[in-house]
Structures are given as C-alpha cells and as structure tokens.
C-alpha cells in the first residue's frame, strides 16, 4: 500500500505520512551560483487576467536549488543524469550533522563509522542559516579535500550536502578535487538540500531527478522518511 507523501515545499513540514521534504522550493530568482543566470519562475498566462488556464514558465540552470551532479559535471566521459541508476537515489540513508562552523573534516567523521555503500547526508549550520537569505552564502560549511578522499575511500554511494555546492566557493582548487574525488570513488552527488527538519540519523531516501539527456546535473524532488 503507497502513503500519501502530502509534502508542504514551502514549510518544510512533517507529514503524517512521515515523510520529510529536504528539496528548496523553485522560486524566481532564488539563490544560484555567482555567474549564473537568476532562475526565472514566472506565471505568463493568468486566468485573472484573461486566461483559460494558468501557465508558468520556467529557466533554470541545470544546477537550480535541490540538484543532483552526475559524474559528466567533471569527467568528459562520465555518466550524465539520464545514465543514473534509479536504485542510487532510492533506499537507505543516514543524515550525519556536522558540528564544524567552516569545514567538514576527517576527524569529525572518523566517530560515525561511514560504511562502504552508504548514502551520507550532511547536516551543516547552512540548513539553518544560509538559506534565510536568496543572496549566495560565500562562507558555508562544505566538505574538506581530505574529507573527500576519506568518503572516496569509503566507496560511499551517495554524498549531499545543505548547501547549492559540496566544495569551497574561495578555493576553486578544493571545488574541483571535491568533486573529481568523490565521483572517482563511484559517488554521485546531491547539492542544495535543505536538513533543518531532518534529525541526524536513518531515513529512507528518494531523490529523482528529471531526465536532461545527456545532462551534467538536473534539479530533483528529494524526500526522507526516518526509518
């Protein structure tokens, strides 16, 4: 029997179903990546104004609010997001928080025991705190380099994280290796999410992306359940 998800996106609210919505709502020019074009959400047919039914267009990058990066981001020749397995996405997960104001770092992680083949979550002071803003947040927490090689070495298969990057905005360098390191190790990747109502601990995943032929990275829908 399939529970109702009945899923609030503007609240972020538990259902009864208890599922947890972690994805950010679309919204006209919401936070996105210095550089990028502003996401534009707009309703350009209006039944107040005449219309026979309401339609809303929307341009978006393919890196816009919840989003999944699929190796192709970084490697010429890796997977694209239509090539994602739909079992990745779908399953187990654990929500770590990270206490860490700036980094996350091997030491931190070296206490909860990471396992080949998990999917890791990571719950930062961003959840809380970036997102009270649409300006891009230069000084979140993201992942370390050697946290990187440490989940590559672990062979994780699913590293998120509760900001629109998993590496540094001011270290390009770190951005990069972050990247190239987690999705050498057979990781895929999940940016923006939003954990401030999701305890540390085990969920029931899923998170499914649109299908962007060929595609780097492409918004997705991201749930969990407490397991």
Known sequence: MTEDIGISSKSFSVSKSRWINISLPLRNAMVHWPGNDPPRVELIHDVEKGARAPLWEITISSHTGTHIDAPRHFQPDGKTIDQMPLDTMIGPARVIEIKDTETIKPEELAAHNIQPGERILFKTRNSSKAY?????????????????????EKKVSVVGLDYIAVGSYKDIENLK?????LFNGGAWIIEGLNLSEAKAGKYELICLPLILEGGDACPARAILRPL
């Open 132 to 152: 009270q803003t649409d300006d891009f947040v230069e000084d979140y927490v993201y992942i370390s380099t050697e946290a990187a090689h440490l989940l590559a």
């Open 177 to 181: 290796e972050v990247h190239e390191t």
